[in-house]
């Protein structure tokens, strides 16, 4: 199993939807877990952290499960702009190594 | 400089030639990491320094790949002798509480 997993994509939804993806890591003992976003050509940049319960910025919200060992990612009112890649990230446990998944691609359309 | 620098940002490579990349981090950093992206897939960790030291390098593909940071600063990653499956984005990230802040990668492309 990988370290850590997500669904590619894409997915393709109008704007003003609500939109969730899913990602799944191996490693019960990870502690903090990352949202990046990475748009076409561009590096990564992080867009929310996640250390115990959940985190909410705006219309984005970051939840753990740790019994399942999945985080999630919440997009409420999706616009235009929101299209991108969406990068799981989990650090290694007790280390600064970062390992991503292969990112969940967003298209929004009008 | 503001933020990590990386160049070159394009590099057509004939199949067999050598490359080094470089990557200028955010001042300060100690930590630094070299990720390789394939078209599609995410960012797959290479190596890791930090200041001179290479604690990890357990993703270097082949003894092909080498990388060296020596004062702590700017780092290099080498290839040697590039094949076709070497083409990908390079990325270099410096890392401060916990926040990983990327370059604009150097795409290389092995002809």
């Known amino acids: 199993r990988k370290e850590v997993e997500q669904d590619p994509g894409p997915f393709n939804v109008p704007e003003g939807a609500t939109v969730a993806f899913n990602c799944t890591y191996s490693?019960?003992?990870?502690?903090?877990f990352f949202w990046y976003r990475q748009d076409c050509r561009k590096e990564p940049k992080l867009l929310m952290s996640v250390y115990s319960s959940g985190n909410e910025d705006g219309r984005f919200t970051a939840q753990l499960n740790r019994a399942s060992q999945y985080i999630s990612l919440l997009i409420r009112d999706s616009k235009l702009s929101d299209s991108a890649t969406y990068l799981c990230?989990?650090?290694?446990?007790?280390?600064?190594?970062?390992?991503f998944g292969t990112g969940t691609r967003l298209q929004v359309f009008p | 400089g503001a933020g990590v620098s990386q160049s070159p940002r394009y590099k057509v490579a004939k199949r067999g030639q050598d490359v080094a990349l470089r990557c200028d981090p955010i001042s300060g950093h100690v930590s630094l990491f070299w990720y390789q992206q394939a078209l599609g897939q995410g960012p797959e960790f290479l190596t890791y320094?930090?200041?001179?030291?290479?604690?990890?390098k357990s993703g270097l593909p082949s003894d092909r790949f080498f990388a060296e940071r020596p004062e702590g600063s700017v780092s290099t990653l080498k290839i040697q002798r590039t094949q076709q499956e070497d083409s990908a984005v390079y990325l270099c990230?410096?890392?401060?509480?916990?926040?990983?802040?990327f370059g604009q990668g150097t795409r290389l492309t092995v002809v």
């Open positions: 320094f930090q200041n001179e030291a290479q604690l990890d």
């Open positions: 990230v989990v650090p290694l446990y007790n280390t600064d190594k970062l390992i």
């Open positions: 990230a410096s890392i401060m509480n916990t926040e990983a802040f």
């Open positions: 490693n019960s003992a990870s502690q903090s």
